[in-house]
Structure formats: C-alpha cells, structure tokens
C-alpha cells in the first residue's frame, strides 16, 4: 500500500533540528559501523534492503539501502539536504540544488530546491533550518511511496541468461509532486519528480514527468532532471588541469548513442558543470566541474497538449566507494545486470556471407550440428529485409521455418546511419555541422517513417527473431522543417531518439535479439562491440589471437563478457589474403580452436564469418567439444571477469571468472601465447569469488569427459591463492575453484 501525505508548510525550529542533528549522527554512526563488518555487497547484497522513512513529524523523508542514503526535507519547499555513502561514510553532498528544472514557454522554474546556503564547499547541518523556499520556483505538494518497482519496459527472456537477473529489480520508488505557482484557481502545470532505489546496489534513478491540466497546450523548450552538488574529486587552483577529473560517480541514462562506451554515448544526455554557487572552490576561475546535470544539451522542444502527460529519460547515478579500477568496474557491471537484464543474454552466432538457399540450409544443419545457437545473414550475404517484395518475405519464413526445426534463432543485417537516402531525407545539418557517419539519414523524414514501418513488419511476420542493426542512429540533429516527424532543429534529436528508443523496446518486449554498435543497452539492446580496429582481423592470424584476448581485457572492465560481441574472419576480411583467414578450415584448425577458446573461455561470443563453420569432420568435432565444454560451464564463464595479467604475446596471459552465487564461484583461464611451455606461480585474488580459507580446485578439460580430480588448497588471509600453472605451447588451461 502506497503512503499519500500533504506537504507540510510550517517551519522546523530550532531545537527540533538540533535533537535531529544528535540522533541522525547516532544512527549514521551505527550503520557505518554495521558496513565496515558486513559482508561486501559486491560478494553479498542480500542484506542491503532500499527502504523509505517519514520522519520529523512527517517533515522529512530517508531513503536508504544500507549502502546510500538520501535525506530530503519537506518544508519549507521539497530539497536534498543529505547524500552520503554508507560503505566509506563520506558525504556526496555539498549543498542545496533544485530537484530539478524545467523551462516551459520560454520562461525558465526551478522545482522545488532551497535557496540561502552560505558557502557550496560544504552544507552545515545548522543552516537548512535558515534555507527559504524561492517563491518562483514549483511548490512542493505531497510525496508517495511505492513500495516495488514496476518494469519500465517489458522483456521476454527467450534465451540463456544469468540465473541471477530479476525483471523488474527489486527497490522502491519516490515520488515528489510539485505545482507550478499560480494566482488563481485554475489548475496549474505539474511535475513529478520520480527516484528509485535498488536493493543491493548503491545507485538511485531519476526522471520527472509533466502533467498538463490546464486548457492550453505547452511547450517544453529544456530540462534537468537532476540537479546535483557533488563534492569536487580534485581540488586544482590553476587552469591547465581543471576539468579532467569530475567526482567519483558513474552516470548512465537512457539516452545513450553514437559510441561502444558509456562516457562516448551519454556525452550529449548529461555534463558536469561549474557550480556557480560555489564560490569559494580554489580554483581560481571557479571552473571546477562538480555539478552534475542530467537533462539533453538540445532540446526537447515537446508539446503537451492539454490533459496529457510527458516524461523524461531515465538516469542513474552510481556511487563508487573506491577509486580501484576492478571494483568500480565490477559496480558498474552489477548496475547493468539490474537495471538491463536482457544484456545477460548471449547466444551463440554464425555471421553467414551468403544468402542463397543452399548456403543458408547448409549453415543452419552445421550450426545445430556443433552446437551453435543463433544465424546472422551478415552484410554482404545479399539478403535485404528492406526490400518490400513478397518474395522476399516468403524466403524469409522458410529460412525461419528451416531454422526453428533445428532449434536456431536466425535473423538478418540492417544498416540505418551511415549512408545517404537522398537530399530530401537526409539529415540537413546546420552551417558548420557535419553528419557523425559523413552521411544519415533523418529518422523523421518520410523515409525513415517507411523505414521504421517495413522493420516492424518484417519482424511481426517473417520469424526472425534476431536484428544485426548496424551504424545506429548516433544523435544528429536536423534543421528541416519539412520532415513530417518533428517541427525543427530544437525537436530533431528528442523525437529521433523517441522513434528508434521505441522500435527497441518493442524489440526487447518480442523477444528479439538486437546486436547493436552503440550504446543503446538501456532501451533494450543486447549487445555492442567489445572494443576492435575492424582492419585488425586482416592481420597474420597469430596477431589476431593475441588482439582477440586483449579486446576481451581492455573491453570488460565496465561490460560483462555477454555485452560485447568479438570477430572471428574465417574468411578473408578488409584485406590480408591467406596468411589473416581460416579458410581452408582443416588446415588451420589449431588457430581456429585458439580463437574459439580465447572467446568461448572469457565467455564472450565473436561473429565467427564466413560460408561454413567447418569443413570436414575432425574439425566438425573439434568446434562441437569447444562449444560442450562452454555450455557445461556457460554460468560461471559468463559471470564477470577479474583481470589478471593482460596479453602481451610474451608471458601467461589469465582471468578469473568470478561469481558467488554459484555452486562453482570461480573459474581460472589461463593462455600462453608462445611457442614454448611455460610455468608460473599466480597470485589470485580470490576476494570477489566469495571463497575462503581452504577450497577445492581442479583442472577443466575441454576434452569431451575428461575431468581431473579435486585437490584442496589453502586461501591465504589476504585473501590470495597461489597456484601453480603449466601451459603447453599455444595453449589453454582452465581450473574450477568451488567449495570445499
């Protein structure tokens, strides 16, 4: 049952601030101290419960998980006076902002907020009794407390995925309404200011939405749904470095485009800012970048007509305890398994160049043969779901028929940015500005109304259930006003974000798998690229092994291994001739298995392209024991990866799979990359397994049955087991740790 109360008006004295401040001090204290002898929440969340309290008389709301807490007063308007990280104790928090900001009409509001803070290096409890209510901004009018989450978009988990991912997370929502100030009784303009917060993990969300109740419709020319004064990572007097350092946080939001990695894809949905409030920083010219705000830098210029609603994207904030690369890491990784599931999904898949009958009956028999669970008809396959014809169609669902008797998910190729559709269509960029991909073309022209027609069509009716949907929409505006999907320049983004947000989740809701090369997970993508030169793959193939495993490194220390797809060329691509292909399989089968392991054993899919995936029965054999060995340990393989030593072609190369929650939590891969045996002692960190003190370990052989038998070994205090490894030349090894 939700909890519904009217804001309260009158001020808060004195002396019922100062008992608050004594026994709030209490109680932080305490939970400090329940953290630093909890277990990490990175090995046990179960005990960090989000929860919401009223306090002060009904003046005054906590939100807390145990791990982050938030502090928001009620009166004399609706402000965050309190944000601070439970694991360290430090606070987040410097001062008083909005809770959010919005112009509409051309006539800009603060919501909600306090105004009168003395100096913004820091928020003495003392003074938010002194803070007053700016009587221009949104005024605060009641609160609500869900106690779950609902789903923000539907998913249809049809394949594999990790036996730990909940649809919806679990948490509870916050929501705070505020009215725009008005003199009469007419009803006025409203904005709700929404939180989340998740159980086990130290990250809230944010949006707002706007309700129009009055008789005339509305514009939103811009907003911020979060406003946030954090305090500064770095403190820099001069010029020359101010800026590179913002604090300690990981921002997501649903807006993401035009690049493989978070901080490329969110640049234009969020910005850390000079506070200028903050006088008193030390650097000289007040630039220190420590006010966070989320909101598009164009835009959205949307209109509400009367009696509707509109919401913003969703953003989340997650909040680091350390500055050590593999944990920060590993939060950012458990944030994507809560708030995007579906990227836990990773089948299998076959990059088909051809598209004629024989080749594509041929492909899916190896493809259920071997093991392999999903068929792309690649780019160059000659297959174009975009051509209207019914022959097409018909083709399409025989193929899926074909397909789906053999228990194969087959799907095909589209290109949308990237290339030039015609004058009239294409985005018309303003004086100075060039496309992101040269050419694109507007995803609210008529042609691109068409083109997003045929896609839900063909996918409603031919039986694919897989989209390749390559050179995606990368965020270019469009200064037509002749495009029948938005007005002008200042609409242009939001409403081609909208159009291509939505055919994704529609997406995610059908249960079709969308391999994506842009950051587009949080509408519902699947996966993106892990990180590669696409020329590198017409390289000598000895060269290609060792890039293979140092994508995979460099790439998943804020993906999982199921995020980020790989490339295997089993025949000739951008170049290189014999020396940089597999083809003729049978004769390269030894690099063939090392790529399949460097892959299959970090638990990342590649594109392995090409006309067939094997070639005569020895090799047919040797994939299929690859891909058995991977499915016997598909949980463990696909949980994160803690990261050993890098490739260097010249030394072992190791990861460890680490997963607590598993009867096997961890699993040790080890390469050697020369041509020579080669022996080592490591020192693993077993921390993030959730094993301690003695285990037991045992080699993992890919040979079909072959196990080795347990040993039982000793974890040191500091948590590190030592462990002796041979690797024959050209070679991998694999170790299982379980519990003794």
């Not at 009620?74 to 909005?98: H, M, W, Y």
């Not at 024989?358 to 297959?383: K, N, P, T, W």
Request: aromatic content about 10%.
């Amino acid at each position: 049952m939700s909890v519904l109360r009217a804001a309260q008006r009158e001020p808060l004295s004195r002396t019922i601030w100062s008992v608050m401040r004594h026994l709030l001090s209490f109680v932080a204290v305490g939970l400090l101290s329940l953290c630093a002898n909890a277990q990490d929440w990175l090995v046990d969340p179960t005990p960090y419960r989000a929860h919401g309290q009223v306090l002060a008389e009904g003046k005054e709301i906590l939100l807390s998980n145990g791990l982050i807490q938030r502090r928001i007063v009620l009166a004399p308007n609706a402000a965050t006076v309190e944000f601070r990280d439970l694991v360290n104790g430090q606070s987040i928090l410097r001062g008083v902002k909005p809770e959010a900001s919005i112009q509409i009409d051309g006539k800009s509001y603060a919501v909600g907020g306090l105004t009168g803070q003395p100096n913004y290096a820091f928020l003495d409890p003392a003074w938010i009794p002194k803070l007053k209510s700016d009587p221009g901004a949104l005024q605060f009018q009641g609160y609500e407390i869900r106690p779950a989450l609902q789903q923000r978009m539907a998913w249809k988990p049809t394949r594999h995925h990790a036996p730990d991912t909940a649809w919806p997370p679990k948490g509870i929502e916050l929501v705070l309404r505020f009215a725009m100030p008005t003199k009469s009784d007419e009803p006025s303009v409203r904005v709700d200011v929404h939180y989340e917060l998740y159980d086990g993990l130290p990250a809230y969300s944010k949006w707002i939405t706007v309700d129009n109740p009055t008789t005339s419709s509305i514009t939103i020319d811009r907003y911020a749904s979060d406003l946030l004064a954090a305090v500064e990572h770095t403190s820099e007097v001069d010029a020359l470095s101010v800026g590179l350092t913002p604090p300690n946080l990981h921002i997501e939001t649903e807006m993401a485009f035009g690049g493989m990695t978070s901080q490329g894809a969110n640049r234009r949905s969020y910005r850390w800012l000079a506070d200028p409030e903050y006088h008193t920083q030390v650097n000289y010219e007040k630039k220190t970048p420590c006010l966070l705000e989320v909101g598009p830098d164009l835009g959205p210029a949307q209109v509400i007509e009367s009696g509707k609603q509109w919401s913003s994207y969703r953003s989340w904030v997650l909040v680091h305890d350390t500055f050590d690369r593999e944990r920060c890491g590993l939060a950012v990784r458990k944030l994507f398994r809560c708030i995007a599931p579906w990227v836990t999904e990773n089948p299998l898949m076959m990059h088909l160049i051809a598209s004629d009958d024989a080749s594509v009956m041929r492909a899916i028999d190896q493809c259920h043969e071997v093991g392999f669970e999903m068929l792309i008809l690649s780019f160059g396959s000659g297959f174009n779901l975009e051509n209207p014809s019914p022959a097409t169609m018909e083709k399409a669902q025989r193929f899926a028929q074909a397909a789906k008797a053999k228990n194969i998910e087959i799907g095909s190729y589209s290109l949308l940015a990237s290339r030039s559709v015609g004058a009239k269509d294409d985005v018309l960029m303003r004086d100075g500005q060039k496309p992101t991909f040269g050419n694109s073309p507007c995803l609210e022209s008529q042609w691109g109304k068409g083109y997003f027609a045929r896609l839900y069509e063909f996918h409603r009716s031919s039986g694919f259930t897989l989209l390749e949907h390559d050179g995606s929409y990368p965020g270019d505006p469009c200064n037509s006003d002749k495009h029948p999907g938005h007005l002008g320049y200042q609409d242009s983004r939001w409403n081609q974000w909208e159009t291509i947000a939505d055919f994704y989740r529609w997406c995610r809701a059908e249960g079709l798998f969308l391999n994506v090369p842009d950051h587009y997970f949080l509408v519902g993508s699947n996966k993106t690229g892990m990180g590669y030169r696409e020329v590198n793959w017409s390289l000598p193939r000895e060269q290609q092994t060792i890039h293979t495993r140092q994508n995979i490194y460099d790439g998943t220390w804020q993906k999982t291994p199921s995020m980020g797809w790989m490339f295997v060329p089993l025949t000739e691509y951008h170049g290189g001739g014999p020396a940089a292909t597999i083809e003729p399989l049978d004769q390269n089968m030894d690099h063939y298995r090392n790529m399949l392991q460097s892959n299959l054993a970090l638990g990342v899919q590649a594109c392995y392209r090409g006309p067939r995936l094997y070639d005569t029965e020895r090799v047919k054999q040797m994939v299929k024991q690859q891909v058995d060995w991977y499915k016997r340990h598909r949980d463990i393989l696909e949980s994160d990866i803690i990261h050993g030593r890098r490739p260097d072609a010249m030394s072992l190369d190791w990861y460890l799979h680490a997963n607590p929650q598993l009867k096997t939590p961890g699993m040790l891969v080890v390469f050697n990359p020369t041509d020579k045996e080669l022996q080592e002692k490591l020192k693993i960190p077993m921390h993030y397994t959730g094993l301690r003190d003695r285990i037991e370990v045992r080699e993992s052989r890919v040979e079909m049955g072959e196990q080795a038998g347990w040993q039982s070994v000793q974890i040191s205090p500091q948590e590190m087991l030592e462990w002796d490894v041979m690797v024959p030349a050209y070679s991998m090894r694999a170790f299982e740790f379980s519990r003794r």
